[in-house]
């Protein structure tokens, strides 16, 4: 079973930042997802196993940044520049297969509250 814990989510101003972690009890392709009230999840950005490949949503690139750390079995995402349509619950997600896309993740946190005022 994998288990993943999300922290660092938080309130902060626009214009800010905030970085989030995921802690995974294994090694896998990560990715981070968020949703916002009344609307789908969506993806934010992707993280391959060793840590060489990303992918970004367009809304996010140039923001955003997805990392891992190998020692610690850990994905950050660092958020720099929030706006208030960054609002949203954040989750962390595991690809098992190692596949980037939307639809390869088969584990989920159980997300962290970003709240961004203007």
């Known amino acids: 079973q994998v288990q993943l814990v999300e922290s660092g989510g938080g309130l902060v101003q626009a214009g800010g930042s905030l970085r989030l972690s995921c802690a995974a009890s294994?090694?896998?392709?990560m990715g981070w997802f968020r949703q916002a009230p009344g609307k789908e999840r969506d993806f934010v950005a992707a993280?391959?196993?060793?840590?060489?490949?990303?992918s970004y949503a367009d809304s996010v690139k140039g923001r955003f940044t997805i990392s891992r750390s190998i020692g610690k079995n850990t994905v950050y995402l660092q958020m720099n520049s929030l706006e208030p349509e960054d609002t949203a619950v954040y989750y962390c997600?595991?690809?098992?297969?190692?596949?980037?896309?939307?639809?390869?993740?088969?584990?989920w946190g159980q997300g962290t509250q970003v709240i961004i005022s203007s």
């Open positions: 997600a595991a690809s098992t297969s190692g596949g980037l896309g939307p639809n390869w993740y088969d584990y």
């Open positions: 294994g090694w896998y392709a």
């Open positions: 993280i391959d196993k060793s840590g060489g490949v990303t």
